[in-house]
């Protein structure tokens, strides 16, 4: 049973034991209605009182349970809130640390709330795509009013007790406690135990005057803010019938609006997010306690775009650097854009003037090693070049104190070699950040042929400390996400020779949802780049296909917006893409060489294309063991590379749209001679899934 039961003189408590956050699972449903029934039974009890064991009153639903028929098996939680509300004897729910979705609905369901300052409210269903379901939104409105219920509801965002019980009116809380939130609400309850009628929020009613004037005004701003996610605008429905339907009618709304949104891909895409996000921290042969290493003090080697922004990262955890470079002047430009960076967080009143002091103040520069010696993690950022890494880890093997951490940011190099260029290659790790390294949520944790299990564990953890999405991949040429990429840009000039244009393609791509394009991408990161990866891949592979137009953009000297032309035409200080005319003549000129002629190609032929490129590879990364699971390309994707949330990343798209019909468009491509054949050969895993007609997940 996960609830406890005890009675205290003449006060049952119940108290949720669910570890981590009291999740409203079968066994604690359960344990709660039968905590009820013992207390309504025993005469000596007056009073109930309801609280959670541990960190949490609940954080609501148990996500372990979702898709299983024990997440709607009766007891469900309507039922147990109704039970709640029905009984006959005063319940208090003492709410603290946290009461999130179901947690707070249960809260609801009790006569009266006591809360512990600090506790953090929430009914955050919005963020996987649903509106609460058991009572939120005709609850919260009746004790907090229509407009700051609306706000909780459809921003899903945690909202502190001791806030909510200031508020005019509201009677969300009968009191804030300090000190034992369970000894107070014990006493609360005995205060109460004689009190009749009990307080029911389900028969309070919702006074909103001119509530269709403010709904019209709140569809209208929910809804441009939330296009491609419906659940926000669903948000303001039900709470909208909360103010003109009967209490038992609205309910009956909330169910619908909450079963549509489950079907809708939506959800499905942002709950596959929700459980990938906490999955890729799962390794299943490094143990979640396996032992760390303290970092106290981080070394960075290289202070240009990478290691400054790697740098701030440390810093705003409040982990000292020590930052160290060739010349002095590269120091003075590192260190001068990572303050101008915080500069610029102050101005828009990111960041406070002291924060921004004690930052810069946890920096030191140097130009000699021996000043990184007691450093317990050592970041290197120094140029793309074996040789130039081989020197600096050489270095670091010397000079490093036993148990460091010896870290490479490298983004094409084999992370297994520089690790043999020093004598404790169990040491050495990749930790694979993306431009801007302040910025970007993604960190891919590159895990060696024999990087030690406690630093990977070490390092996996600092990525939560400075608030990464830290994905694990193994040794392959770009890792999970750039290996991915190349697969889409290679589909993308395809797509050039075969008729279509960047605008195009770009268009149809951000209409899908990415956040910017294939070409307007490689403007911004810079078409050099991948100019140079090519000239060292494809010497090394010559049978592999692509498109030249990439490299004819460079030999004109196009690199992107540093150079101020890219795929597309910029004006100086502006970043708007100006389609080009220059590269349109390029392209037809290609075209024209090779014989083709251009063809109309419609957007859902793009969209296709490039993105089950990525499946495609991303299956051989699965297959191979590069991703430890399908879910963690999701979460790359999603955090590094601009993939739409609301279609839950590649392969969570590819499931949705259903492996078989996914191979049957891959066969179709592969007809097409222009294409690649080889490209679209299925990847096995892929073909073995489609085959038995099951998903990635
Ligand atoms: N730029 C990106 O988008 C990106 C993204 C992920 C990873 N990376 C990787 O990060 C690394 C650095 O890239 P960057 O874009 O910051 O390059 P950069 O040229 O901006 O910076 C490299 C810095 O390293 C310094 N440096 C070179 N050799 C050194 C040495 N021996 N000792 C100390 N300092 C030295 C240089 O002076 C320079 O300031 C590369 O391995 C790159 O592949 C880059």
């Known amino acids: ?84 509300e029905a009984s006959p004897k005063p319940i208090v729910a003492a709410v603290h640390s946290v009461a999130m979705g179901g947690g707070l609905e249960l809260a609801l369901g009790c006569h009266y709330r006591v809360a512990a300052a600090g506790a953090q409210i929430a009914l955050p269903e919005v963020k996987i795509g649903l509106i609460p379901g058991a009572g939120g939104t005709q609850r919260l409105p009746r004790v907090l009013g229509v407009e700051t219920a609306l706000n909780m509801i459809v921003s899903g965002e945690p909202v502190k007790s001791e806030m909510l019980a200031k508020l005019p009116g509201q009677k969300l809380f009968d009191k804030i406690v300090e000190g034992d939130i369970v000894d107070a609400a014990v006493a609360f309850a005995r205060e109460k135990a004689d009190a009749r009628p009990l307080p029911i929020v ?32 669903k948000c303001v429905d039900a709470v909208a019938a909360s103010t003109k339907l009967k209490f038992e009618d609205g309910m009956k709304l909330e169910r619908e609006l909450f079963m549509a949104l489950m079907l809708t891909p939506e959800s499905k895409a942002l709950r596959h997010a929700f459980v990938a996000e906490r999955a890729t921290t799962k390794i299943p042969d490094v143990p979640a306690d396996t032992p760390t290493r303290a970092i106290k003090k981080v070394a960075m080697i290289g202070a240009g775009t990478m290691g400054g922004g790697i740098a701030m990262n440390f810093l705003n955890a409040g982990i000292p650097v020590v930052m160290l470079e060739m010349k002095q002047e590269a120091l003075d430009k590192g260190v001068g854009i990572m303050r101008k960076n915080y500069e610029a967080q102050v101005k828009k009143g990111k960041l406070k003037q002291d924060k921004l002091d004690e930052r810069i103040g946890l920096l030191s520069t140097t130009l000699k090693y021996d000043d990184l010696k007691d450093a317990d993690l050592v970041i290197e950022a120094v140029f793309e070049d074996m040789a130039v890494k081989e020197q600096v880890f050489k270095t670091l093997d010397e000079v490093m104190k036993p148990g460091a951490i ?5 983004s094409t190099l084999d992370l297994d070699k520089i690790a043999s260029f020093t004598k404790r290659p169990e ?31 070490t390092v996996m953890q600092l990525g939560k400390k400075i608030k990464k999405t830290t994905v694990v991949s193994g040794v392959t040429d770009g890792f999970i996400g750039n290996r991915m990429i190349e697969q ?4 993308a000039g395809f797509l050039l020779e075969e008729g279509a244009t960047p605008q195009q393609v770009d268009k149809a791509m951000e209409k899908f949802g990415m956040a910017m394009g294939p070409f307007r991408m490689g403007d911004l990161a810079g078409n050099d780049v991948g100019w140079y990866i090519r000239k060292r891949r494809y010497i090394e592979k010559p049978d592999i296909r692509y498109s030249k137009t990439a490299d004819l953009l460079c030999e004109m000297g196009r690199f992107g917006q540093k150079t101020g032309a890219g795929w597309y035409d910029y004006v100086a200080g502006k970043r708007d893409a100006i389609p080009s005319k220059a590269v349109t003549d390029m392209i037809e000129k290609h075209r024209a060489d090779l014989g083709i002629t251009a063809r109309k190609i419609g957007d859902d032929e793009i969209v296709q294309r490039l993105v089950y490129a990525l499946v495609n590879e991303g299956a051989k990364i699965v297959d191979e063991g590069i991703a430890m699971r399908a879910s963690d390309i999701d979460m790359v994707y999603l955090a590094g590379y601009g ?21 049957q468009s891959m066969k179709r491509f592969a007809a097409n001679p222009l294409d690649d054949q080889k490209f679209w050969q299925p990847a096995p895993l892929l073909a073995k899934l489609a085959a038995e007609g099951k998903s990635f997940s």
Do not use: C, W
């Open 427 to 457: 040491d050495v790790i990749g930790m694979h950040f993306f431009s801007p390294a302040n910025v970007m949520k993604l960190l891919e944790v590159v895990r060696g042929k024999k990087t030690a299990k406690d630093v990977l564990a």
């Open 488 to 491: 889409y840009s290679r589909q």
């Open 1 to 84: 049973m996960s609830a406890n039961f005890e009675v205290r003189g003449d006060v049952a408590v119940i108290t949720l034991d669910n570890p981590p956050v009291n999740g409203l699972g079968y066994e604690t449903r359960r344990g709660i209605v039968d905590g009820l029934d013992k207390a309504l039974a025993d005469a000596k009890v007056k009073a109930i009182v309801v609280t959670g064991a541990g960190k949490a009153f609940s954080g609501g639903a148990d996500i372990r349970e979702f898709g299983s028929p024990k997440a709607i098996a009766e007891p469900n939680l309507l039922s147990v809130i109704a039970a709640l």
């Open 406 to 410: 010896l870290a490479s940011n490298t």
């Open 643 to 663: 993939f739409p949330l609301f279609r839950g990343g590649p392969m969570n798209y590819a499931d949705q749209k259903g492996l078989f019909n996914v191979v």
């Open 202 to 233: 389900s028969k309070l009613k919702v006074e909103y005057p001119n509530a269709d004037a403010y709904f019209q005004f709140a569809r209208n701003t929910v809804g441009a803010m939330s296009r491609n996610f419906p659940a926000p605008l």
